[in-house]
T-cell receptor, first 114, second 112 residues
Framework: AQSVTQPDIHITVSEGASLELRCNYSYGATPYLFWYVQSPGQGLQLLLKYFSGDTLVQGIKGFEAEFKRSQSSFNLRKPSVHWSDAAEYFC????????????FGTGTQLKVEL | NAGVMQNPRHLVRRRGQEARLRCSPMKGHSHVYWYRQLPEEGLKFMVYLQKENIIDESGMPKERFSAEFPKEGPSILRIQQVVRGDSAAYFC??????????FGPGTRLTVL
């Protein structure tokens, strides 16, 4: 079955430290991959996306993600976290051939310690 | 360029009433999607519409829920005879083609 897994429900990092949020998917082909961020009481903001091509993609707010086909992963990274990055992060996938609906992971809540 | 607009932002209904949620897509976007975020459950796809057509409603509950996207005006998600379990945040997203979706701020529905 097609699925998206974010294994870390909560992550706490110190401001200025590096960050990596994990995302894995289960699918026989390469899907379209997205990372969204949600601040409390707000909607979802697109951070970055991968459709094809260069497997390292740059997004907004200093985030990047790397697609690794062999590991079915699309991990989100940031070299130095800012307190304003505290939010919930969602990995989302469009499984090609199944319409354009997004399948979301369960989210990772990021807390930033000052 | 205005983003995706949703109204109301907060909606309170008593059990048995109807809830109407509105979504105006980004300018130039003709594809609209509705998602629901239930407490402790994450975001789930409900329905995908283009102007005057439902493309995919595989995530819609079979009863009480309906959606439309008329030729003129916003997309409407309608929930009839609401129950407490319908309390959730409902998000609309839009896209220009069937690709990147941009989300609105959501409507938070509370059923008393």
């Amino acid at each position: 079955a097609q699925s998206v897994t974010q294994p870390d429900i909560h992550i706490t990092v110190s401001e200025g430290a590096s960050l990596e949020l994990r995302c894995n998917y289960s699918y026989g082909a390469t899907p379209y991959l997205f990372w969204y961020v949600q601040s409390p009481g707000q909607g979802l903001q697109l951070l970055l996306k991968y459709f094809s091509g260069d497997t390292l993609v740059q997004g907004i707010k200093g985030f990047e993600a790397e697609f690794k086909r062999s590991q079915s992963s699309f991990n989100l990274r940031k070299p130095s976290v800012h307190w304003s990055d505290a939010a919930e992060y969602f990995c989302a996938v469009v499984f090609t051939g199944g319409g354009n609906k997004l399948t979301f992971g369960t989210g990772t809540q990021l807390k930033v310690e000052l | 360029n205005a983003g995706v607009m949703q109204n109301p932002r907060h909606l309170v209904r008593r059990r048995g009433q109807e809830a109407r949620l509105r979504c105006s897509p980004m300018k130039g976007h003709s594809h609209v999607y509705w998602y629901r975020q239930l407490p402790e459950e994450g975001l789930k796809f409900m329905v995908y519409l283009q102007k005057e057509n439902i493309i995919d409603e595989s995530g819609m509950p079979k009863e009480r829920f309906s959606a439309e996207f008329p030729k003129e005006g916003p997309s409407i998600l309608r929930i009839q005879q609401v129950v407490r379990g319908d309390s959730a945040a409902y998000f609309c997203a839009s896209s220009s083609m069937a690709d990147t979706q941009y989300f609105g701020p959501g409507t938070r529905l509370t059923v008393l």
